[in-house]
C-alpha cells in the first residue's frame, strides 16, 4: 500500500531575514492543524521564544510575527513526499521532492545562515538542493519529541547556534 503524499507549508518570511530554519516536513499534528511545530510536545516553540524573547504560549499568529521580526525564517526542506505516519525514517526516498531554493534565496538574498532542525532534514536537503558556499550551516538537535535529548541540552545547542 502505497502512503499518502504530503506537501509542506510555505515559508515563514519577512523582509531583511538572515536566519533560515529548516525542518524536513511537518509531521501529522502540525499538518492538520496547519501550523509549524503543532506537537504540543514539540520543543520549537518554547526553544526559539526563549532565543528570542516571545511567549511560547502566545496565539500562533504572534509567536510567528515574534520570530520573522527577529529575522527568522521557517521553512521545510521537501515540499511534498509519501509517508505513514510523522517519522522522518518513514519518509518514501523515491517520493521527496524539495522546495524551490533557488527561487527562495534569490527573493532573499539576506539570509546567510541555514539551520537544520534535525538530521534529516541536513541529509535531504544536502543530497536534493545545491550547497550554497557563501552560505553559514549549522544542524541542531531535532526539537521533535522522538528526539529524547533533554529540554536543556537542546536549547543550549540551539543558542550557540542562533545567537551571535
Excluded: Q
Excluded at 533560515?20 to 509549524?36: C, E, F, K, Q, T
Excluded at 529524547?148 to 536549547?155: D, I, P
Amino acid at each position: 500500500m502505497t502512503s499518502p503524499t504530503l506537501h509542506s507549508f510555505p515559508p515563514l518570511v519577512a523582509t531583511g531575514a538572515r536566519i533560515l530554519i529548516l525542518g524536513n516536513m511537518p509531521g501529522v499534528v502540525s499538518l492538520r492543524a496547519d501550523r509549524y511545530y503543532a506537537h504540543p510536545r514539540n520543543a520549537f516553540w518554547r526553544i526559539t521564544g526563549a532565543l528570542f524573547g516571545f511567549d511560547a504560549d502566545a496565539p500562533y499568529d504572534e509567536r510567528v510575527a515574534a520570530l520573522t521580526e527577529a529575522g527568522v525564517a521557517l521553512w521545510d526542506v521537501l515540499k511534498s513526499c509519501r509517508r505513514a505516519g510523522s517519522l522522518d525514517a518513514a519518509v518514501e526516498p523515491n517520493s521527496m521532492v524539495p522546495n524551490d531554493f533557488d527561487a527562495f534565496f534569490a527573493a532573499h538574498p539576506t539570509i546567510a545562515h541555514v539551520c537544520f532542525n534535525g538530521t534529516a532534514a541536513e541529509r535531504n536537503y544536502r543530497r536534493l538542493v545545491e550547497t550554497r558556499a557563501a552560505m553559514r550551516y549549522s544542524r541542531l538537535p531535532s526539537t521533535s519529541p522522538a528526539h529524547t535529548a533533554s529540554f536543556e541540552s537542546k536549547a543550549a545547542a540551539w543558542r550557540d547556534a542562533l545567537i551571535d
